[in-house]
């Protein structure tokens, strides 16, 4: 990226030059040209929501819906791409707002909360929140901290010196349903800056410069987070690629996020669907080999870890291949073709010419997968009765041939009939 800002400010400075005109420049700096997603939590809650409410009646949304006017203020000034999920006192689903920062193709994802206590009035500290475990999302980390420091050190909480940034596991099992619905393709927070159930917790939010002051807070924690350079990888892959051949090196290309290759030693990892796999790092072409494991799935995922020496960590998105396993699970493009596929494997199945239960089992596999393949690609179709009653009859005969207890399946797809299909 870094190597195009340069770019840009040559072509600013040559025309700015030639023209001689002050209003041709353009203000440069890291946030130019960064799509952010900052999110007001909330809104429009107030005929039924009696919690998020302070003693004298300021409400959660309000404030931060204030404090986010603000910081999107500032980070357009400095050239950001600035998305707001809410610009009013309305509500947005929560599944609407991550697919807005998806759209929006955002660089980060900022979710700017405040905390309420029923239990402990006298509860007043910063949090911070990231998605899922910290070793995961080493990116989300990163700027959670940058920003849970700043939170510290400027602003007023009666425990100047609690909070922490914390995975979001702790609230729900899953995560939060924003950060859970952002985290494939950016790194994202969600802050919460102080207690508006502590009454002077309270009057301080209530305060418009105090808002400010909380904007810059924000704004000077992603100005800090993108000076250290966003890292990021490219899987060398040709465009015709239709499966990732897994008996092959596969090759990502990385930027430490200003054009270079500057990485921390040992930084370096990379999972396939979650585990790791032996990957080796060339600093001279830039080039991180990865060698993939074996999959019996129709699709694997590689995420690419490392920490540039700025100490920013990159986001490990994943990507995703069909294998080509998957790749020939998914070849038939109508369902007709599959069913009527599965229907010719079908009747083999039952032919004296196969004898041995080897070759039975590869027909019913096929058989099986044809049939729910049909399904798949289309799940009402003229056959579909016909396709689960077989799939049954196949589940049946597979148990028994392999004598292995396949009692869940059956059950599982009894019930489907049942239900789906009463005749
Ligand atoms: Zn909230």
């Known amino acids: 990226m870094s190597q195009k800002l340069v770019l840009t400010t040559l072509v600013i400075l040559v025309l700015s030059a030639c023209t001689g005109t002050e209003s041709m420049l353009v203000e440069e700096g890291p946030l130019a040209g960064i799509n952010i997603t900052i999110d007001p939590g909330h809104g429009d809650t107030q ?12 409400r959660e949304e309000w404030i931060n ?7 999107s203020q500032k980070l357009s000034r400095a050239g950001a791409n600035v998305l707001m999920t809410r610009g009013k006192d309305r509500d947005v689903s929560l599944g609407g707002r991550a697919a807005l920062a998806r759209l929006h193709q955002s ?3 900022v979710s700017i909360h405040h905390n309420g206590s029923v239990n402990d009035l006298g509860m007043d500290f910063p949090l911070v929140y990231f998605f899922g475990a910290a070793s995961l999302n080493p990116a989300s980390v990163d700027f959670a901290k940058i920003l849970l420091d700043s939170m510290r050190a400027e602003m007023t909480f009666n425990q100047q010196q609690a909070g922490a940034a914390y995975s979001d596991h702790l609230i729900y099992s899953s995560g939060t349903s924003v950060l859970r619905n952002t985290v494939d393709d950016m790194p994202g927070v969600i802050g919460e800056g102080g207690f508006f159930t502590h009454p002077a917790g309270e009057g301080r939010l209530k305060s418009k410069e105090y808002n400010k002051l909380e904007a810059e807070i924000y704004y000077k924690a992603i100005l800090d987070y993108f000076e250290r350079g966003t890292p990021s ?21 990385l930027d430490d996020g200003f054009g270079n290759t500057f990485f921390e030693e040992n930084s370096f990892m990379v999972l396939q669907d979650d585990e790791k ?15 993939p494991d074996s999959s019996q799935e129709k699709r694997v995922t590689f995420q690419v870890f490392a920490r540039n020496l700025k100490g920013n960590a990159m986001h490990p998105v994943p990507f995703k291949f069909l294998t080509e396993f998957g790749y020939d699970w998914y070849s038939h493009g109508k369902w007709f073709e599959a069913f009527n ?3 010719v494997v079908y009747t083999q199945i039952a032919s004296p010419d196969i004898e041995t239960s080897e070759n039975q089992l590869v027909l019913i596999d096929a058989s099986l997968h044809l049939y729910q393949l049909s399904l798949e690609l289309q799940i009402v179709h003229p056959q579909a009765r016909l396709a689960e009653e077989k799939i049954l009859w196949l589940l049946e005969k597979k148990q028994d041939l392999l004598e292995v207890d396949l009692s ?4 599982a797809q009894k019930g489907r009939l049942k239900d789906y299909y009463p005749e």
Request: proline share 5%; net charge negative.
């Open 47 to 58: 005929a039924y929501d009696s919690f998020r409410i302070g003693q004298t009646g300021e």
């Open 65 to 71: 819906l204030r404090v986010a006017k603000l910081l």
């Open 107 to 109: 660089d980060l994802f």
């Open 233 to 253: 990888a490219t899987p060398l892959i040709p465009d015709s690629l239709k499966f990732i051949d897994l008996g092959k090196p596969i090759e990502f290309e």
């Open 277 to 291: 796999i032996q990957s080796s790092w060339d600093s001279n072409s830039g080039i991180l080999t990865a060698v």
């Open 341 to 343: 596929e599965a229907e």
């Open 408 to 411: 869940e399946e059956l059950e």
